[in-house]
T-cell receptor
C-alpha cells in the first residue's frame, strides 16, 4: 500500500555538491512527474516521463537531469547544486495523462 | 503560452462564511482540471473535472468547470478553521499536469 515513495525526505547540500532524489511507485503507472514548490509559486513542473526510457522537459528544467530506466522509478539529479534550488520537491505518478495522479510526501532540500 | 491562473492569491474570512476560488486556464489539448488542498504536506485531491456544467460536490465543497470560458470555481460553504489551507488548481493537458500558484485561505474563528 505504498503508492509513491520519495527518498530522502530531508537533505542539506553545500553549493556545488551533487545528489539524486528517488521516486518509486508501485501502481504500475506509466506517467511520472517531478515538481518543485517555492513560496507563492505553486508547484512547477521540472521534468516528466510518459513511460520507461522516456523523459521530457517541463516549465523549469534547467539545472536538473532525470532518468527513467525502470518503469517504477523516476530519478531527479542535481549535478551542481545552487542555493536557488532550495525548495520542496514533489514526485507524482498517473495511470494516464490527465487522470489519477498520486503524489509523494515531498523532499525538503536546502542548499547552503 | 500555456498558463493556469488562480485568484485571489489569498483571502481571510470568518467561520461560517462562503468563499469562491477561481481558476482560469489557457492550454492546448485540455484533458482535465483538478483541485487540491495543501496543508504543509503533499497536495490532497479534492475534485477532477472534465465536462462543462456538471457540478461536483463533497460535503461543503463543490466545483464546476466552464470549458467555453476556460475557468473553474471552487466553492466552500459554512467555512471552518480546518478549511485553512492552500488550494491548488491544476490542469492536465497533453502529457503534462501544470499548477496555478494557489490561493491561500485563512478562516478565522
Amino acid at each position: 500500500n505504498a503508492g509513491v515513495t520519495q527518498t530522502p525526505k530531508f537533505r542539506v547540500l553545500k553549493t556545488g555538491q551533487s545528489m539524486t532524489l528517488l521516486c518509486a511507485q508501485d501502481m504500475n503507472h506509466e506517467y511520472m512527474y517531478w515538481y518543485r514548490q517555492d513560496p507563492g509559486m505553486g508547484l512547477r513542473l521540472i521534468h516528466y516521463s510518459v513511460g520507461e526510457g522516456t523523459t521530457a522537459k517541463g516549465e523549469v528544467p534547467d539545472g536538473y537531469n532525470v532518468s527513467r530506466l525502470k518503469k517504477q522509478n523516476f530519478l531527479l539529479g542535481l549535478e551542481s547544486a545552487a542555493p536557488s534550488q532550495t525548495s520542496v520537491y514533489f514526485c507524482a505518478s498517473s495511470i494516464q495523462a490527465g487522470y489519477g495522479y498520486t503524489f509523494g510526501s515531498g523532499t525538503r532540500l536546502t542548499v547552503v | 503560452e500555456d498558463k493556469v491562473v488562480q485568484s485571489p492569491l489569498s483571502l481571510v474570512v470568518h467561520e461560517g462564511d462562503t468563499v469562491t476560488l477561481n481558476c482560469s486556464y489557457e492550454v492546448t489539448n485540455f484533458r482535465s482540471l483538478l483541485w487540491y488542498k495543501q496543508e504543509k504536506k503533499a497536495p490532497t485531491f479534492l475534485f477532477m473535472l472534465t465536462s462543462s456544467g456538471i457540478e461536483k460536490k463533497s460535503g461543503r465543497l463543490s466545483s464546476i468547470l466552464d470549458k467555453k470560458e476556460l475557468f473553474s470555481i471552487l466553492n466552500i460553504t459554512a467555512t471552518q478553521t480546518g478549511d485553512s489551507a492552500v488550494y491548488l488548481c491544476a490542469v492536465g493537458y497533453g502529457n503534462k499536469l501544470v499548477f496555478g500558484a494557489g490561493t491561500i485561505l485563512r478562516v478565522k474563528s
